[in-house]
């Protein structure tokens, strides 16, 4: 079974900056794309950035700029360095992991880690 072990966040002031990172734990698990949404209160999740294993990134067009995606190697553990934060980056961040154990494929959450920006 995989497991995602997330850590960063908190709370800045804006402008300021934060970075998280999450890592995958479970046998023979082959990671095809890993990162990061948010979710706020009333709204849909949303991605914020994503990284497949080809090293290939995916942003959201609010943080492009301002947030960089980032992954060992190995391609675990992924980091999200966040710059230039704004009141609106506030939510619960949930890493994410898709990937196959075997040929049984695998959408993983994690719990999520809270990001509030203070204006």
């Known amino acids: 079974q995989v497991q995602l072990e997330e850590s960063g966040g908190g709370v800045v002031q804006a402008g300021g900056s934060l970075s998280l990172s999450c890592a995958a734990s479970?046998?023979?698990?082959?990671?095809?794309?890993m990162g990061w949404y948010r979710q706020t209160p009333g709204t849909q999740r949303e991605l914020v950035a994503m990284?497949?294993?080809?090293?290939?990134?995916n942003y959201a067009d609010s943080v492009k700029g301002r947030f960089t995606i980032s992954r060992d190697y190995a391609g675990n553990p992924v980091y999200l360095q966040m710059n230039n934060l704004k009141p609106e980056d506030t939510g619960v961040y949930l890493c994410?992991?898709?990937?196959?154990?075997?040929?049984?494929?695998?959408?993983?959450w994690g719990q999520g880690t809270q990001v509030t920006v203070s204006a």
């Open positions: 479970g046998s023979a698990f082959r990671i095809v794309a």
């Open positions: 990284v497949t294993s080809g090293g290939s990134t």
């Open positions: 994410n992991v898709r990937g196959y154990s075997g040929t049984v494929s695998q959408d993983v």
